[in-house]
């Protein structure tokens, strides 16, 4: 079988790349490359192509806007399928936001203030997509994607395309059934409530002044690297472990908010993925508290 051919044929030329660098498309601005990069533009696409790959028994990673990912720097030896750009319409119908996958959080916030609909305010900062959010029920502020998601339309295991509600998502702390049990995220729906866009606006403005004054978005990240760990914060333990500024190779725990892994300068996903695993030790050794990372590893390190 010609893999790029047969691609191609489902998703256009325009959608196929091959050896695609995946630093492009990942939030920490590192990783290899892709032997295949697709970037299909509809639901009927994504469970075409799926098909096919299990088929032929070749690897494949679903990702949004990549920024809970890394990637090693050799690569991935298989087809990464991106639900981003390409895959991001949303629909407003009542106070129900209806969205593509692919649709970013911070674009349905914004339609969500200029309809008049509050509730999803505490997403406008998260720079993923929805399915990205769904997945990993992303969260902030207090608020988190369980208290307004309703239902979604997904890509089971078995190749089905079927309705789920939120019940049965079994959505816990950045956990859902599906980055368990496997499941590709094709739209969702979002239940919020009328309030007044002012006050939405104001609300999501002040969210922003306090993301940019604690965290450090001038630089490459993939956000809190490390899940909180059961009565503790991660960010607090690395600092008291004195691994604030800590780097290895071009990649630091950020000297601003030590939740934070950073590509302070050309790291290399090595870099990183070797600053997590001796913040990890070192965090254990002195508190006795495993550091489980957020971050999704994935592809060939070197
Ligand atoms: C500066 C910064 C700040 C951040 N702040 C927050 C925050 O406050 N709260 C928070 O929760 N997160 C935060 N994050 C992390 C990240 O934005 C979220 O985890 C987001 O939900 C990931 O979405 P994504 O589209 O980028 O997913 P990706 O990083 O592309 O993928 C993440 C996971 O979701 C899966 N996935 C993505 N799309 C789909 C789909 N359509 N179907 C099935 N699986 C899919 C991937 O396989 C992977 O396992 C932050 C990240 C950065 C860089």
């Given at each position: 079988?010609?893999l790029?051919?047969e691609?191609?044929?489902?998703?256009g030329?325009?959608?196929v790349f091959?050896k695609?660098?995946?630093?492009?498309?990942?939030?920490?601005?590192?990783?290899?490359?892709?032997d295949?990069f697709?970037?299909?533009?509809?639901?009927?696409?994504v469970?075409?192509?799926?098909?096919l790959?299990?088929?032929?028994?070749?690897?494949f990673?679903?990702?949004?806007?990549?920024?809970?990912l890394l990637?090693?720097?050799r690569?991935?030896?298989g087809?990464i399928?991106?639900?981003?750009?390409?895959?991001?319409?949303?629909?407003?119908?009542?106070?129900?936001?209806?969205?593509?996958?692919?649709?970013?959080?911070?674009k349905i916030?914004a339609?969500?203030?200029?309809?008049?609909?509050?509730?999803?305010?505490?997403?406008?900062?998260i720079?993923?997509t929805?399915?990205?959010?769904?997945?990993?029920?992303?969260?902030?502020y207090?608020?988190?994607?369980?208290h307004v998601?309703t239902?979604?339309q997904v890509?089971?295991?078995?190749g089905?395309i079927?309705?789920?509600l939120?019940e049965?998502?079994?959505l816990?702390?950045?956990?859902?059934?599906?980055?368990r049990?496997?499941?590709v995220?094709?739209?969702?729906?979002?239940?919020?409530?009328?309030g007044?866009?002012?006050?939405?606006?104001k609300r999501?403005?002040?969210l922003?002044?306090q993301?940019?004054?604690k965290q450090?978005?001038?630089y490459p990240?993939?956000?809190s690297?490390?899940k909180?760990?059961?009565g503790?914060?991660?960010?607090?333990?690395?600092q008291?472990?004195g691994?604030?500024?800590?780097q290895?190779?071009?990649?630091?725990v950020?000297?601003?908010?030590?939740?934070?892994?950073?590509?302070?300068?050309q790291?290399s996903?090595?870099d990183?993925?070797?600053?997590?695993?001796?913040?990890s030790?070192?965090?254990?050794a002195?508190f006795?508290?495993?550091?489980?990372?957020?971050v999704k590893?994935?592809?060939?390190?070197?």
């Amino acid at each position: 079988m010609d893999l790029y051919q047969e691609l191609c044929g489902i998703l256009g030329k325009e959608n196929v790349f091959t050896k695609e660098p995946m630093s492009r498309h990942t939030t920490f601005r590192a990783g290899g490359p892709a032997d295949f990069f697709v970037t299909p533009e509809e639901e009927g696409q994504v469970r075409t192509v799926l098909a096919l790959l299990k088929e032929a028994g070749v690897p494949f990673y679903v990702m949004g806007n990549g920024s809970n990912l890394l990637v090693g720097d050799r690569g991935y030896r298989g087809v990464i399928l991106q639900i981003c750009k390409k895959m991001n319409r949303i629909r407003i119908q009542d106070a129900v936001i209806h969205a593509q996958a692919g649709a970013l959080l911070s674009k349905i916030a914004a339609e969500a203030q200029a309809e008049g609909l509050t509730g999803f305010e505490f997403a406008s900062g998260i720079p993923g997509t929805l399915g990205g959010a769904v997945m990993m029920n992303a969260g902030a502020y207090g608020g988190e994607m369980k208290h307004v998601l309703t239902r979604a339309q997904v890509l089971d295991p078995t190749g089905e395309i079927r309705e789920v509600l939120a019940e049965e998502m079994e959505l816990g702390y950045r956990s859902s059934v599906f980055s368990r049990k496997g499941g590709v995220i094709l739209s969702a729906s979002v239940q919020l409530e009328p309030g007044d866009p002012s006050e939405i606006q104001k609300r999501m403005e002040e969210l922003k002044i306090q993301r940019t004054s604690k965290q450090p978005l001038e630089y490459p990240s993939a956000g809190s690297t490390f899940k909180r760990p059961e009565g503790y914060f991660a960010g607090k333990l690395i600092q008291d472990a004195g691994l604030r500024g800590f780097q290895v190779g071009g990649a630091q725990v950020s000297e601003k908010h030590c939740g934070f892994v950073i590509n302070k300068e050309q790291a290399s996903a090595t870099d990183i993925r070797s600053l997590m695993e001796q913040v990890s030790e070192k965090v254990y050794a002195q508190f006795g508290v495993r550091l489980e990372p957020e971050v999704k590893l994935i592809g060939d390190f070197s």
